[in-house]
């Protein structure tokens, strides 16, 4: 185990899950043992298939289990009903995925306000928010603008902003920077990283993109469904 001073955000224990039955049934995850821990940002690597993106769902209880448990902010996340879970999703995690998943009728601030609307916040308050948001990510002079009058980059910072806007203690990130170029993946990254360091939340990456390693805290290696290292990121100028 870890020696980490921070609690668990995450604590999956004996994770299996298998896709399909009988002679086409895959099982991808083979017995997971994983700890994320307030405080940190968490890098998953690992080659295609190696089952990073379904230890995700499975974290935010998208996905059903076949075996093991898994707590979120110590709730036994795994054995909520379906209606519970997703309110607790709702409540506590953000998600940015590889598909921006964009409503096209919105403009961007509308589009980052949802998490917030979704939370029964009043409207103009949740606007206020979402353009102060999409200032973060470097979008203050497209907050009116729809996502077909964006570009593919500027629409990955609308789907990042949409995720951040909420403050969610748990934020689950799937190839973040895939649409960005050099620049804008930096200054991502930069934000996420703020994000993972207080000590109250947590962010996980799935990332091939060695250029974001540095933003890390700890790198877990997935291989054939299973976690075979865990190794903490050295930066520039620490011991």
Known sequence: MDD???PAAVRA????????????????LRGIDLDI???????????SGGG???????IAGILDIDAGDIDVLGVPLSRLPPGK?????????????????????LTAAENVAIPLLIQKIGRHEAIQRARAMLDRVGLEDRTEFLPKNLSGGQQQRVAIARALVNEPRLLICDEPTAALDGPNG????????EVGRSPDRC???VTHDSR???YGDRMARLTDGRIVGIESIVREGTA
Do not use: C, W
């Open 212 to 214: 974001v390693f540095q």
């Open 13 to 28: 224990r004996g994770i299996v899950k298998s896709f399909g039955t009988g002679d086409t049934q895959v099982t991808v």
């Open 85 to 105: 879970r997703t309110v607790f999703r709702g409540q506590t995690m953000g998600f940015i995925y590889q598909q921006f998943n964009l409503l096209p009728a």
């Open 37 to 47: 821990y307030l405080g940190e940002m968490l890098l998953l690597v690992g080659e």
């Open 203 to 205: 962010v996980v990456v």
């Open 52 to 58: 990073k993106t379904t230890l995700l769902s499975a």
């Open 186 to 193: 930096q200054k991502v990254m930069a934000l996420l990283r």
């Open 4 to 6: 980490h001073t921070q």
